[in-house]
């Protein structure tokens, strides 16, 4: 172990932006120590979030084409059923490589790997409560937290992870609920109600807000909404949870509209509580040596990732920005280049967005509505996958390309898609962006036929002229 030398970096957090940092910083040279408490590796996205959950759409969504779409393709079975525990193990056994894979990533690259709790105890000091018991101090000329986040709870509802769940035991139930009620439209929340719909279960999603996904560009968002309602999910925009019973068998949900009026009940078998997530830094001992956080409790830093503290740097899920793990990625890596005396960059404003429903809903850059605001003059290009040959060839054509550029020079400002790969196809947009190409330098590229990526090009042809297939 790695207690009795100094590190130049110690990471707190083994998630994909600890763990991340961590490998960046030992290729950097660095002597690296990473302490995680979880007893694997990869955080909230490998073992509870982006993989598990991607795992089961996938199941699901080949039992639901398997049920309802294999015969009109001329595939038939005499029938179709779910192996529940058969589904789950294949998730788990997907997870257990993963982590086991960054174990094995850290030995390549000499990171120590410490599995504990760890506490600040000085600006260069970690205690460590080891999970064999008894601790050990960790030190480091510059420690990096990444300590991610956690589920947020609402007020009077306990989760019990068995009928009222966090997305963690939405990962994990042992049965397919009848009627499952997912509160807060999220991704988190509409990617576990379309695993569990594709099961059977007859979702019902409560949302507060009047609308789901809030940073969704709000045409695409309203088509989004109309695909998830014909798989028959069903929505309670602008309501709110003001009381919930497990007394009797199932949950009872009190629920009334967001601006007050009548009460009423919905029952479930259970209820997932998906409503944000919330940085994670219990026990860690910030106000101990003087880490500053905002009101929300995210880690404030500047531009290098620089606490309050010099020395101390925080990243990912527990500072401000988007809490994605691509995000988190983005920042170790930052974050580990300032630290090596190198300049470190993220772009903010061009970190991708994806929903892994089906569509899939996939976006980069500026809504339209942000775009409104910012007062410049704009033009929209757009082109349904029901003119994609690809998409039709397949039968699978819900969707859209949906591109907004600037009206005087073409620039691309942002570009949202709806499509069953959207969360591939984006990253062609993205590339785009991070170049400041306009609208016509996607059109004017050759584009592969017949593909799903042909409708980028084409609604990039409508932007600033017209498409040919539509
Ligand atoms: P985390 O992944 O939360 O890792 C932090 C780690 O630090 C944890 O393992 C924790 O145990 C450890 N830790 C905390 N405190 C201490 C301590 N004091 N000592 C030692 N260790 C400590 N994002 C996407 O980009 N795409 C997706 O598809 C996606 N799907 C998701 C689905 C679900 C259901 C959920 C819940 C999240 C999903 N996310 C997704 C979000 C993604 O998981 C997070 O943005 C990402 O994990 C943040 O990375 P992080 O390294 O900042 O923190």
């Given at each position: 172990s790695s207690g009795s030398e100094e590190n130049d970096v110690v990471v707190i957090g083994g998630g994909p932006g600890g763990y991340v940092a961590a490998i960046k910083a030992a290729q950097l040279g660095l002597k690296t120590t990473c302490i995680e408490k979880r007893g694997t590796l990869g955080g909230t996205c490998l073992n509870v979030g982006c993989i598990p959950s991607k795992a089961l759409l996938h199941s699901s969504h080949m039992y639901h084409e398997a049920k309802h779409s294999f015969a009109s393709h001329g595939v038939k079975f005499p029938s179709v059923e779910v192996d529940l525990p058969a589904m789950m193990a294949q998730k788990d056994k997907a997870v257990a490589n993963l982590t086991r894979g960054i174990e094995g990533l850290f030995k390549k690259n000499k990171v120590s790997y410490v599995k504990g709790y760890g506490k600040l105890i000085s600006p260069s000091e970690v205690s460590v409560d080891t999970l064999e018991g008894g601790s050990t101090i960790v030190k480091g000329k510059n420690i990096i937290i990444a300590t991610g986040s956690d589920v947020k709870s609402l007020p009077g509802i306990t989760i019990?992870?068995?009928?009222?769940?966090?997305s963690t035991g939405a990962l994990s139930l042992s049965e397919i609920p009848k009627k499952l009620i997912v509160i807060g439209a999220g991704y988190i929340g509409l990617e576990m109600g379309s695993v569990w719909g594709r099961l059977g279960s007859e979702v019902t999603v409560v949302e507060f807000a009047p609308d789901i996904v809030p940073s969704m560009d709000a045409e695409v968002r309203k088509q989004f909404q109309r695909a998830l309602e014909k798989q028959k999910m069903k929505f309670m925009l602008k309501t709110k949870v003001v009381g919930v019973d497990t007394s009797g068998e199932g949950v009872k949900l009190t629920v009334e509209p967001s601006s007050g009026g009548e009460q009423s009940t919905l029952e479930a078998d259970v209820v997932l509580v998906s409503a944000g997530r919330v940085p994670f830094t219990a026990g860690l001992g910030l106000e101990k040596i003087g880490v500053e956080t905002d009101k929300v409790g995210r880690i404030t830093v500047d531009k290098r990732f620089t606490?309050?503290?010099?020395g101390v740097y925080a990243i990912g899920d527990v500072i401000p920005g988007p809490m994605l793990a691509h995000k988190a990625e983005e920042d170790g890596v930052a974050c580990v280049e300032f630290i090596a005396g190198k300049e470190g960059h993220v772009d903010y404003d061009l970190v991708p967005g994806v929903v892994y429903t089906h569509p899939e809903v996939a976006s980069v850059g500026k809504t339209e509505e942000q775009v409104k605001a910012l007062g410049v003059d704009y033009r929209v290009g757009k082109f349904p996958f029901l003119a994609n040959s690809r998409a039709k060839a397949i039968d699978d054509a819900e969707g859209v390309v949906k591109i907004l550029a600037e009206k005087e020079t073409d620039k691309i400002l942002g570009v949202h898609i709806m499509a069953p790969n959207a969360g591939e196809l984006i990253h062609e947009a993205v590339l785009a962006l991070q170049y400041g190409a306009s609208s016509e330098d996607i059109a004017r590229t050759c584009h592969a036929h017949p593909t799903m990526s042909e409708a980028l090009k084409e609604a990039a042809m409508a932007t600033y002229d017209k498409p040919i297939h539509i």
């Open positions: 019990d992870e068995k009928k009222i769940v966090s606490t309050s503290v010099p």
